[in-house]
């Protein structure tokens, strides 16, 4: 199957999208609808000029596409006045690993617990990685 559509900002180009596999072909009318606001706003901002642009969508198309659970496997109780005032939660995952995106795009991650207790008290937490390296705190919550 293939969709083609002619370049709306040079008339030009023809776009040759090859949707493989069902959700693909579900997003193919966003990918479309998107590539239409990327003309309009090329074609306002660069109307005499030739530009080519080049994208990497993949990490566009993965970051629904799944979850990342950790466990957690150290914690540390930062005192003040002999009571915490901060826990720092070790996790066996990191920046150098599934959460790449943080130390090379400064991407924000989404924490979720898996028990939402309303009951249970929460603190100011910070979530590193298990390298004890210094840039691989992965939040601050």
Not at 3 to 24: A, E, Y
Not at 32 to 38: F, G, K, R
Not at 68 to 93: F, H, P, Q, T, W
Request: glycine share 4%; with cysteine; proline share 3%.
């Amino acid at each position: 199957m293939c969709n083609q559509k002619k370049c709306s900002w040079c008339g030009k180009h023809t776009v040759h999208i090859h949707p493989r596999g069902v959700m693909l072909q579900l997003i193919l009318p966003i990918i479309i609808e998107i590539a239409d606001i990327v003309n309009s706003a090329l074609e306002e901002h660069f109307p005499n000029e030739n530009v080519e642009i080049i994208a990497e969508p993949g990490r566009f198309f993965a970051a629904s596409a799944f979850t990342v659970i950790c466990r957690i496997i150290g914690k540390r109780d930062v005192l003040r006045d002999k009571e915490a005032s901060l826990k720092m939660y070790y996790i066996n995952d990191g920046v150098y690993g599934s959460f790449n995106c943080i130390l090379y795009k400064e991407e924000v991650t989404v924490e979720h617990l898996l028990d939402e207790n309303k009951n249970l008290k929460t603190f100011k937490s910070v979530i590193w990685g298990h390298t004890c390296h210094c840039a691989d705190k992965v939040c601050l919550i």
